[in-house]
């Protein structure tokens, strides 16, 4: 009884509870939540917090393509993934920095622009930059023959940046996560 006076809980979680008040205690909860507390407050700022941190976006997706450009094709798969789990704007919503290669900028503006259009969302802002466009056009390693092909199958969120891809590899990975 003596304890609860002095305002020490017996309660071992009694930050993480929110029992204790303060700034710090705030942050020792952000910082050792679990899901299932994040869940419980039902805080649509904590939630996004927490998705920014353990989620991949596509900046986080651009901070990997950064560092290797081997790591460009993983990084939207992982990306993808994150979708099929659970579809969500805060995926797009921050603008990833920019690569270094334009072709890697502009396609993921383009995936960003498919993902919104995709879930009806409305398009971030920063898929607008014009950073984000080609001045030259882009068809990947595909062979002479078969750029004329990828002009007329390509997506609009890809052609309006001067991207060519085939159709069929983009919805194929958007099925996936639909």
């Known amino acids: 009884m003596a304890d ?8 071992p979680y009694a930050v993480a509870l929110g029992r204790r008040g ?9 910082l050792r939540a679990t899901s299932a507390m994040l869940a419980a407050w039902g805080r649509r700022a904590v939630r996004a917090r927490w998705d920014r941190q353990r989620r991949m976006t596509l900046r986080k997706a651009a901070e990997m393509t950064w560092a290797s450009a081997a790591s ?3 990084a939207l798969k992982e990306f993808y993934r994150e979708m099929a789990k659970t579809p969500s704007l805060i995926l797009i919503a921050d603008a990833p920095a920019l690569t270094g290669r334009p072709e890697y900028d502009a396609y993921l503006a383009a995936v960003a622009e498919v993902c919104a259009g995709e879930c009806g969302w ?9 950073n ?3 001045s030259e056009p882009y068809f990947g390693l595909a062979p002479p ?7 007329q199958q390509s997506p609009v969120a890809f052609r309006r940046r001067n991207i060519f891809v085939e159709k069929e590899a983009v919805r194929m990975d958007i099925k ?3």
């Open 145 to 151: 023959g078969m750029r004329v092909y990828l002009m």
């Open 122 to 130: 409305p398009a971030p802002a920063w898929i607008f930059d014009p």
């Open 4 to 11: 609860r006076m002095k305002g020490k809980s017996k309660n």
């Open 176 to 178: 996936k996560w639909k």
């Open 132 to 134: 984000r466009f080609l």
């Open 22 to 30: 303060g700034r710090s205690s705030a942050r020792v909860r952000l």
């Open 72 to 74: 460009f094709g993983p």
